[in-house]
């Protein structure tokens, strides 16, 4: 049994940090989708799989709607069956999306997993699929309401957070390792997570294809789907395979080891890709005489990238300033010590907003040019 996993595409996701560019990456998504399910076609697949969240929220834009049902269309009409279930941004609720428009009508070859149309069966592939929500939508383990029925081959839909100590918390819908082990299921298609994972647990293979185009702009790991292969004796192997046309990136760039501003630019222009997102984050100890407009840096590299953001995580480098250096009797001694004294009593925050302070303080008054 051929299958292809996908989930989270966010159709209508509007982007408004991406600015102009926003309405490109929306575009984007959708022809991201449309890969997708020619993909599918392509494969030879028997079962296309979107585990939730095909839509960014229950009131899409209705274009993004109509273009979703074609494309779910071409793929019912290459003799495959689309399995969808509803994510926590497309919920099955009285105004969902799969209640204002006539999929079913539209896409005879398309099953919506929820409510009492929650499973599958496959007779012809001795297969069942079942859509896993958890009852009222929180606090509940999408697994704990699973009864198998009798099927050489067991598949689950579910869209939750794995439980992955010290790493996870806080999320109400969530399977753990050992339900997953313990379910009978032979793949479990997975999506919530923006990024590729895959779990083995037990007999059962559990998997996030990720976001087939990245969503969240500060995840890595998005651009993906999962081809996935299931032997009659229940084993299963997957693929991924990189389908998004953008990435997203992080370069940490440590300023006590920058020759200069320029260094700073050359290193973020050496990444220069017209598909990457890059936020760039500047750290460490900041020489006093270091001046770096990141604003201006950012507008003059912004067209070399898809996106570019530049955050000063960096403080100064304190230990340049020798409070001895600084007679008592002087606007510079006098500036320096009061500064000292109010870093050592400052909370934690108010610390750093006084350390830029005394190292922009200390640069002015000794006439040197200062870059706000």
Known sequence: MRILHTADVHLGAKFLSLGDKGQEHRR????????????????????????????????????????????????GDAGITTCLIPGTHDPIEPRSVYNAYDFAGHCPALR?????????RLPELDAVVYGLLPPDGAGVSPLRSLRLEEAA????????????????????LMVTREEVAAS??????????????EFTCGSTKACYSGAPEVIDLDQAGAGKVVLVNIERSGDVSIQPVQVGSRRFERLRIPLDTAISPAAVRES????????????????????LDFQLDVEEMER???????????????????????????????VVGRYVRLMQQRIASASAGEASEYEEALRLGVALLQGREVLR
């Open 112 to 120: 919506i997993l929820a409510g009492e149309s929650s499973t599958l």
């Open 184 to 197: 009978g299921l032979n793949y479990l298609a997975l999506g919530h997570w923006h990024s590729f994972s």
């Open 300 to 330: 003059a590299l912004e067209d070399e990238f898809f996106a570019l953001r530049i955050v000063d995580h960096s403080h100064a480098a304190l230990s340049e300033v020798d409070i001895n250096s600084f007679a008592p009797e002087t």
């Open 153 to 172: 081959l067991q598949i689950g839909i579910a869209h939750c957070s794995f439980h992955i100590p010290d790493r996870v918390e806080g999320d109400s």
């Open 268 to 287: 973020i222009a050496a990444l220069a890709d017209r598909s990457l997102i890059l936020e760039v984050s500047l750290e460490g100890l900041q020489a």
């Open 28 to 75: 984007q998504l959708l022809r991201t989708f449309e890969q997708v399910a020619s993909l599918a076609i392509a494969q030879h697949s028997d079962l296309f799989i979107i585990a939730g969240d095909l839509f960014d929220s229950n009131n899409p834009p209705p274009f993004y709607v109509q273009e979703a049902i074609r494309i779910l269309r071409k793929v």
